[in-house]
């Protein structure tokens, strides 16, 4: 039986009929955490700051609306293990600058943006990450409008953080000027 059926009546039960989870939310602590962030977050937030949820009465996510197209270039002259990484997790974990090292011990986005919502911080609040490891937490507390502070005693942790953190708002123009 398709694992998805299986599961259908359990979302049905915690969300309703209007609710449609991303196709990636196939894991318990997954559903639990969407299950989480829905009862959280302010009804009116919803659509705005969710993690795990594709739509809602057929309006999509921002998450949704701003992950689900990939560039070409994302495919050019990848392998397609590098390939199916993207695309299997192009809502946990396949967007933004998370992709731009695989760090072992690495967070889910999806799964840190889930808690930051479960957890209330609002924009213009600061969250400390003092073992920041690759940054996930910091990435996706600004792609929120969330303050940060990342620390990692690693030299190169702190390099792929700052790179990270900045290629997120490289100007575009500098880069075509490299052609």
């Known amino acids: 039986m398709n694992e998805f059926l299986k599961i259908k009546p359990v979302i049905h039960e915690a969300f309703g009929d209007n609710i449609e989870l991303f196709p990636s939310v196939n894991e318990l ?10 009862k959280c977050l302010p009804k009116d ?22 992950y689900s197209r990939q560039p070409e270039t994302l ?10 990484y993207f695309e299997e997790g ?8 998370h992709g731009l090292f695989p760090y072992r011990g690495k967070f889910h986005p999806q799964l840190i943006k889930g808690l930051i919502n479960i957890l209330g911080i609002e924009n213009g609040e600061t969250i400390l990450d003092p073992m920041a490891g690759s940054g996930t937490t910091n990435i996706e507390a600004a792609l929120m409008g969330i303050n940060s502070c990342a620390i990692d ?3 190169f942790c702190q390099l792929m953080i700052k790179t990270k953190y900045e290629a997120l708002t490289i100007d575009l123009n500098l880069l075509k000027k490299l052609d």
């Open 75 to 84: 495919h050019e002259n990848r392998s397609a293990s590098t390939q199916a």
């Open 153 to 155: 005693v690693s030299p």
């Open 29 to 38: 602590f997954e559903l639990e955490l969407a299950h989480l962030e829905y």
């Open 45 to 66: 937030q919803l659509l705005k700051r969710t993690a795990y949820i594709k739509s809602i009465d057929n309006q999509f996510s921002k998450h949704y609306l701003l």
């Open 90 to 97: 192009q809502f946990s974990t396949g967007y933004a600058t």
